[in-house]
């Protein structure tokens, strides 16, 4: 049985930050010289969990649009984007990756 979509895109946004080198805050994404970029880009070389969901949608969607849609749907489960940001912004990393944890915990509980 296939995982269901809001699965597949946290564990993927998980994945792309699990490392703090490939993590931010501040910015959705920035690439290789610190610079801001679209959460999107090919260049993004690090991301906020906020980039990392709307990463993660384009890399199953390839659609930008699509993409951010499915990203603000995601978002809801951590109590909306603000949630998140301030999560990732205040928190940091080390208080982003239990709160995935905490959603796909409630996703895939039986």
């Not at 946004?13 to 910015?27: N, P, S």
């Not at 990756?97 to 915990?105: F, G, V």
């Amino acid at each position: 049985m296939s995982k269901p979509l809001n699965v597949r895109i946290i564990e993927r946004a998980r994945a792309l930050i699990e490392d703090e080198r490939h993590w931010c805050r501040g910015t959705l994404a920035v690439d290789a010289g610190g610079n801001p970029v679209c959460a999107t880009s090919r260049q993004a070389k690090r991301r906020c969990a906020l980039g990392a969901v709307t990463a993660a949608a384009y890399d199953i969607t390839n659609d930008a649009s699509e993409a951010y849609d499915l990203a603000i749907s995601v978002v809801r489960l951590f109590r909306g984007a603000s949630t998140l940001v301030n999560v990732n912004d205040v928190q940091g990393h080390a208080g982003v990756l239990p709160l995935l944890d905490e959603a796909l915990k409630h996703l895939t509980k039986p």
